[in-house]
């Protein structure tokens, strides 16, 4: 698959079967994760791959009820590791780590398209609990909870985009 195809068609998926993901395309997905660019080369993020029922249910009730989330057979939390990012100060804390991991996100999210799987990035969800659910250190902050799996029916077709020159200026 193209970039380009890739960019073009991934869609942000909300039902998904009730069928496992392959230990090798979870694999990818985590090496799709790591080989994400970072500020300094920190890696300030850490992943956490659930893969177990009752955690995903958790982790749904804490993001806000959607409870699709634990129809995934696969939840990952994505966090800031604020300690490692901690060497570039407030705006590490508030800016670099935050861009790190969504650019390791959106990896993901892009190879799980190539994959045959669908993903949604939630961002809408209880940051102490979800904390509490995986028992993390304070120095890690969940950011984003992505459902993964095989999408249960074709994505809807892709929304309208902006004009580029809606969104772009040349200088």
């Not at 080369?41 to 992943?47: M, V």
């Not at 990896?107 to 509490?132: C, I």
């Amino acid at each position: 698959m193209e970039v380009k195809e890739a960019i073009r068609g991934r869609r942000s998926v909300r039902r998904f079967q009730d069928r496992p993901i392959p230990v090798r395309d979870m694999e990818l997905l985590m090496e799709a994760l790591r080989w994400a660019p970072s500020a300094g080369n920190l890696q300030a993020r850490r992943f956490f791959f659930i893969l177990d029922k009752q955690t995903r249910a958790a982790v749904a009730g804490a993001s806000l009820a959607q409870m699709f989330i634990a129809t995934a057979p696969l939840v990952v939390v994505a966090c800031a590791d604020m300690e490692r990012i901690s060497h570039y100060g407030a705006r590490g804390k508030n800016l670099y780590v935050i861009q790190d991991v969504a650019v390791a996100v959106e990896n993901m999210m892009l190879q799980a398209h190539e994959l045959g799987l669908g993903s949604t990035w939630v961002g809408a969800f209880d940051e102490a609990a979800v904390s509490g659910i995986l028992d993390l250190p304070e120095w890690l902050v969940p950011m984003a909870v992505v459902p993964v799996g095989y999408p249960a029916g074709k994505p809807p077709s892709a929304p309208r985009r902006l004009e580029i020159d809606e969104i772009v200026t040349v200088i």
